[in-house]
């Protein structure tokens, strides 16, 4: 999980943000099926997933996947579900660039310890450590006790250690040992392989 820094809120957040949280939450207790709005003939949600993907150079906000088109369909995260928080649905601030994988591994789940890769003290080597033996991460043992709970969370929240992305991890550094300095921003897992 790289740190981001949030870009500026996209002029259609500004304008609508308010009244399609209302009207989402309005069709859920109603039990009608909702649609993203549409402006100028685009899905509101494309006009949010452009500067989401600049934000993160089109890798997934949590396990670091790239190109998130390529390997899954681009999601837009909505870090405080939209169903618990539906207050918070079109909040620019909670949305995130994600794969599918991350996404569905989340579900509608939520801990306040879960980290948010643009808080401001957020820095991957504060949390993590990564076993380049397994691929795996885990909480960083020199962290303080809260900072290590807070990585266990976002590990197990995002199923950071499961499936394929351990051995993917791995094969991307042996693939990193072949990468000339100053180029590692365009491949997946790069804070993995620094």
Known sequence: MR???????PPVLKNGAVTWAASWSASRSEGKPWRWPVKDGIPVNQWILEPLRIQ???????????????VSIETIEHFHPKST?????????????CCTRCQGAKKERFD????????????????????????EISPNPISTTEEQQRAFITIEHYKLNDGILPQERRRWLQIRRKIPEGELDDFAYRDFLS
């Open 56 to 70: 993160t150079a089109s890798h997934c906000s949590f396990c670091d996947g790239f190109p998130v088109a390529a």
């Open 112 to 135: 306040p310890g879960i980290l948010k890769p643009d808080e401001g003290e957020y820095d991957f080597a504060r949390y993590f450590i990564f076993d380049y033996t397994t691929g």
């Open 3 to 9: 740190k981001q820094v949030r870009q500026e809120e």
């Open 85 to 97: 928080f539906p207050e918070k649905a079109f909040e620019w601030g909670n949305l995130f660039y």
